[in-house]
């Protein structure tokens, strides 16, 4: 069972940056896509980004052009860069691994998630 460590967050003002790390471990990390995702207050969880083994990535339109994903398999981590972030960017943001379909469209039948980290953008 894949485990998953969340960190980077924190409470930030609106136009600054926080850069979130996401540790995997007990699945093979080079060969999966690994997915950032985020869920706020009263919605529902939805993808961020993410990025294939081979470094394909995909981006929710509501965070083009200010939020790079990106990984080191050396390290076992994937990356969540944000800039210029928005009041709207607050929430819980989780990461996952697991191939591209399941990633992008069924994030829903990954069995476990880690705790996440909390991302506040004052206004």
């Known amino acids: 069972q894949v485990q998953l460590v969340e960190s980077g967050g924190g409470l930030v003002q609106a136009g600054g940056s926080l850069r979130l790390s996401c540790v995997a471990s007990?699945?093979?990390?080079?060969?999966?896509?690994m997915g950032w995702y985020r869920q706020a207050p009263g919605k529902q969880r939805e993808l961020v980004a993410a990025?294939?083994?081979?470094?394909?990535?995909k981006y929710a339109d509501s965070v083009k052009g200010r939020f790079t994903i990106s990984r080191d398999n050396a390290k076992n981590t994937v990356y969540l860069q944000m800039n210029r972030l928005k009041p709207e960017d607050t929430a819980l943001y989780y990461c996952?691994?697991?191939?591209?379909?399941?990633?992008?469209?069924?994030?829903?039948?990954?069995?476990?998630w880690g705790q996440g980290t909390q991302v506040t953008v004052s206004s």
């Open positions: 990025i294939s083994s081979g470094g394909t990535t």
């Open positions: 996952n691994a697991g191939p591209w379909v399941v990633v992008i469209t069924s994030p829903f039948r990954f069995s476990s």
């Open positions: 007990g699945t093979i990390f080079s060969r999966n896509t």
